[in-house]
T-cell receptor, first 113, second 114 residues
């Protein structure tokens, strides 16, 4: 079955530095990989996604990379700011009739002033 | 549009009681799903639906029932609540079958089972 592992579980970086969160997935048929951000007490919200035919995607300070051979994908946040503090979840979605969306266990990112 | 709405926001149950968590969306989304969120466990899929009249099990379906009689509504039923079901429950929806589209989450229901 599909499994998504996410590391690290917690991450603390100095404001202005970069943060990297990594996920691995087990099913090679997965083809869509979104990242969600959840602020304290709020609902998860999509921040960026990548499809299996693309190796990298950027949106301002956020980027996601995908390595299909190794079955892992990563979230990169550059020039971190206090408002980046949140829990980040990766997910993998199987491109089949199962339509199951499996989330990683989350990374709590803290930005130190 | 109200987006995805959930009721109630908070609920306290006694072991063995039953209740229904309500979820509704006004975006004409085909795909709807229920997740539970426990500390350190991420978001685990309970049940999902790819359209009215169609439901299927996720990762952790035991103890929960769902139905999808309309496109808009996707209630989650706890038939006999147990302390292990204490969690935050999120409903989500997306336009297509869910595997390539943004998931829009509701505000969540915090459930405590004593």
């Amino acid at each position: 079955g599909e499994n998504v592992e996410q590391h690290p579980s917690t991450l603390s970086v100095q404001e202005g530095d970069s943060a990297v969160i990594k996920c691995t997935y087990s099913d090679s048929a997965s083809n869509y990989f979104p990242w969600y951000k959840q602020e304290l007490g709020k609902r998860p919200q999509l921040i960026i996604d990548i499809r299996s035919n693309v190796g990298e995607k950027k949106d301002q300070r956020i980027a996601v990379t995908l390595n299909k051979t190794a079955k892992h994908f990563s979230l990169h946040i550059t020039e971190t700011q206090p408002e980046d503090s949140a829990v980040y979840f990766c997910a993998a979605i199987l491109y089949s009739s199962a339509s199951k969306i499996i989330f990683g266990s989350g990374t709590r990112l803290s930005i130190r002033p | 549009n109200a987006g995805v709405t959930q009721t109630p926001k908070f609920q306290v149950l006694k072991t063995g009681q039953s209740m229904t968590l309500q979820c509704a969306q006004d975006m004409n989304h085909e795909y709807m799903s229920w997740y539970r969120q426990d500390p350190g466990m991420g978001l685990r899929l309970i049940h999902y639906s790819v359209g009215a009249g169609i439901t299927d099990q996720g990762e952790v379906p035991n103890g929960y029932n769902v139905s999808r009689s309309t496109t808009e509504d996707f209630p989650l039923r706890l038939l006999s609540a147990a302390p292990s079901q204490t969690s935050v429950y999120f409903c989500a929806s997306s336009y297509s079958k869910g595997y390539q589209e943004t998931q829009y989450f509701g505000p969540g229901t915090r459930l405590l089972v004593l």
